[in-house]
Nanobody, 125 residues
Framework: QVQLVESGGGLVQAGGSLRLSCAASGRTFSSYAVGWFRQPPGKEREFVAAIGWSVGPAYYADSVKGRFTISRDNAKNTVYLQVNSPKPEDTAVYYC??????????????????WGQGTQVTVSS
């Protein structure tokens, strides 16, 4: 069982930066692949980025490639999403999710077993 808590959301200007954190409970967090998803207002939840268990690999949605970076610190049981040069269309509730034992992290939200409660990111123009 893994419990996930996101933090770091808020209001940011376009072109700025912020870092989202996903803190997990459990001693075997390094064995979980972790994904970030987002749900813009009135839209479906969509894939943003994911990282495999231990140290990777990492995958990104085309819309964020080159601007967002996912990383993990297993000693701190935390996965980060560095958001650089955000755009107004990045405004959404951001969720992290985890699934056990996946070296190659999935992009489909149906493949994740554990979810956090989400953190709001609002990008002003």
């Amino acid at each position: 069982q893994v419990q996930l808590v996101e933090s770091g959301g808020g209001l940011v200007q376009a072109g700025g930066s912020l870092r989202l954190s996903c803190a997990a409970s459990g001693r075997t967090f390094s064995s979980y692949a972790v994904g970030w998803f987002r749900q813009p207002p009135g839209k479906e939840r969509e894939f943003v980025a994911a990282i495999g268990w231990s140290v990777g690999p990492a995958y990104y949605a085309d819309s964020v490639k080159g601007r967002f970076t996912i990383s993990r610190d297993n000693a701190k049981n935390t996965v980060y999403l560095q958001v650089n040069s955000p755009k107004p269309e990045d405004t959404a509730v951001y969720y992290c999710a985890a699934v056990y034992g996946r070296i190659s992290p999935p992009r489909a939200r149906q493949e994740y077993d554990y979810w956090g409660q989400g953190t709001q990111v609002t990008v002003s123009s």
